[in-house]
């Protein structure tokens, strides 16, 4: 009877192990498709794609100057976790992207990305937004005003004229009848400021949140990542609620 109980106890173990495993394994998210794909230009862009359900918005991620895609890598797992879509891109001079880092031709390349989600009926009915970094916040806001399909954008340490790309006159005209989170480090003079006087300018649903410290772009995730991930989804669910009747 001892071994009989033993046996016994094994076999639940294993069940629940198996169990385990196979709940783990359904609940994985879909694993990235890695498209390249070439610019107006011929230059070749890379990006990540992460599926989620058809009705899914989608996210484009843009990253810092000098940096690449992988900087989004500690929030990715958050956002497949809420639902959304995600597009990672490699912005044209930077990681895998060719090209040099022409900041009129990168704007470019963001209206050709949303045009690809659409031809490859990946957009979602739901539309989409912009994520961005520093530089890549600024292009951020320029592109989300430039996309009809774009309903918002979060603006990560943006400023009033990074190596001539000024997001100001988007921000106030382009995003009036749209949102967009800006969130800067107080000692990180040239944001903070900035976004204090695009908040004051701006027309549309604006938030913005300032933190402590000097952490820039995509660094904040570094220091203090909980908090600054919690105010990125609960903005995004907002952005994407069903409308009110």
Sequence with gaps: ???????????????????????????????????????????????????????????????MLNSRRGAYDPLIPDLQADGYAILNVDM???????????????IADMAAWVDWLAENERSGDMGLAFVGGSIGANVA???CAQSDACRGAVALSPGLDYRGVKPEAALVDGLAER????????????????????????????????YPGRAHGTRLFDSRYQSVSRLILGWLAELFAPEED
């Excluded at 069940?15 to 107006?40: D, F, G, K, N």
């Design 92 to 106: 044209r001079g930077h990681g895998d992207s060719d090209g040099s880092r022409d900041w009129d031709a990168v």
């Design 179 to 210: 949102m967009a989170l800006l969130v800067a480090a107080q000692n990180d003079a040239s944001s903070s400021t900035a976004i204090r006087q695009m908040f004051l300018n701006a027309k549309g649903d604006v938030s913005a949140r300032i």
């Design 1 to 63: 009877m001892k071994h009989l109980e033993f046996a016994c106890k094994r076999f639940l173990v294993l069940v629940c192990v198996v169990m385990s495993v196979s709940l783990t394994t359904a609940q994985a998210p879909p694993a990235p498709e890695t498209i390249t794909r070439a610019a107006a230009d011929d230059t070749a862009l890379v990006a990540d794609y992460y599926p989620a359900g058809d009705a899914a918005p989608v996210l484009i991620l843009l990253h």
């Design 141 to 143: 806001l320029i592109s």
